[in-house]
């Protein structure tokens, strides 16, 4: 899948992903200027559905490894949730991160760069309750210059972070040249 790292970190080699940083908080309403639902309390998420892309995934859970980047999902078909990090509903940025493909396969999240702003994204999680989200924006980032304070940093709302990769995939590096990022805020619970 692969996912830009943190900088001041070497470029990464191979397919991981970036680690979070913090910024200042922003406003409590989405980049669409809509009022936020009050956050959910911390519940850990076990499932993904993605209607538009016909998506529905367990949840592996992700830490760090070695190299102190996000660990990928091992099975290619599950998404993973990065587990430092806010859960889906809590205030902050939680991040799901899924293969774009793996071994030449489709991954989880191959179309996920064909979402749309308005489109929804539900996390079902430990407590049973849901967290509804609604997609923002989508952007495309070189990893050699992913914005790791846009995307991890610190919210005052409850916001959601899909990544995945994109762009040209070079086979001799074993990696593609981008991350795709979902932006998406909570928009409601049940």
Request: proline letters at 11%; glycine letters at 8%; hydrophobic letters at 35%.
């Amino acid at each position: 899948m692969g996912i830009a790292r943190q900088h001041p970190a070497p470029p990464v080699v191979g397919d991981k992903p970036n680690t979070p940083v913090t910024a200042p908080p922003s406003a409590n309403t989405s980049d669409l200027g809509k009022t936020q639902p009050p956050a959910l309390p911390t519940s850990e998420p076990v499932k993904v559905s993605i209607p538009a892309i016909k998506v529905s995934s367990a949840l592996e859970s992700l830490g760090l490894d070695e190299h102190q980047a996000m660990e990928t999902p091992k099975d290619p078909a599950k998404a993973g949730w990065y587990q430092p990090g806010p859960t889906p509903g809590a205030e902050g940025p939680a991040v799901i991160a899924g293969h774009v493909t793996y071994n030449g396969i489709p991954g989880v999240f191959f179309k996920l760069a064909e979402l749309n702003p308005g489109n929804r994204i539900e996390v079902t999680r430990e407590d049973r309750r849901v967290a509804v989200f609604t997609v923002e924006r989508i952007a495309t980032y070189a990893k050699d210059h992913f914005p790791t304070v846009e995307v991890y940093r610190n919210l005052d709302h409850a916001g959601l972070r899909l990544i995945t990769c994109g762009g040209t995939y070079s086979k001799a590096e074993h990696r593609y040249a981008d991350n795709v990022v979902v932006y998406a805020s909570l928009t409601s619970t049940r």
